[in-house]
């Protein structure tokens, strides 16, 4: 069973930065992760993804401000958000054992963490 778990959320002033982690404590080693993120009242939607290749795959509204990383060794997926804006107010969720597609869609992830709240203040 996979066990994914994420950190790093918080409160933080727009322009900030924050790094989530999510750690695969089952060393599933998926050949793809992501991040999605979910906004209340919305529809959970992919944020980026990144295969065994280093691969990745970022949704247009993050483009040039996050970037998803991979530690195998440590079993642990990253997310280094940059320039943050109030938009980006979220529950971050880390998704594992995806497909070989490795599109940033959470009906190619077999996986999920609980949830990391992300709050960015204007």
């Known amino acids: 069973q996979v066990q994914l778990a994420e950190s790093g959320g918080g409160s933080v002033q727009a322009g900030g930065s924050l790094r989530l982690s999510c750690r695969d404590s089952?060393?599933?080693?998926?050949?793809?992760m992501g991040w999605f993120r979910q906004a209340p009242g919305k529809e959970r939607e992919g944020v980026a993804t990144i295969n065994d290749y280093g691969t990745t795959l970022y949704a247009e509204s993050v483009k040039g401000r996050f970037t998803i990383s991979k530690d195998k060794a440590k079993n642990t997926l990253y997310l280094q958000m940059n320039s943050l804006k109030s938009e980006d107010t979220a529950m971050y969720y880390c998704?594992?054992?995806?497909?070989?597609?490795?599109?940033?869609?959470?009906?190619?992830?077999?996986?999920w963490g609980q949830g990391t709240q992300v709050t960015v203040s204007s």
């Open positions: 998704a594992g054992d995806g497909s070989l597609y490795c599109r940033a869609d959470e009906r190619d992830f077999g996986a």
């Open positions: 089952s060393h599933l080693n998926s050949y793809c």
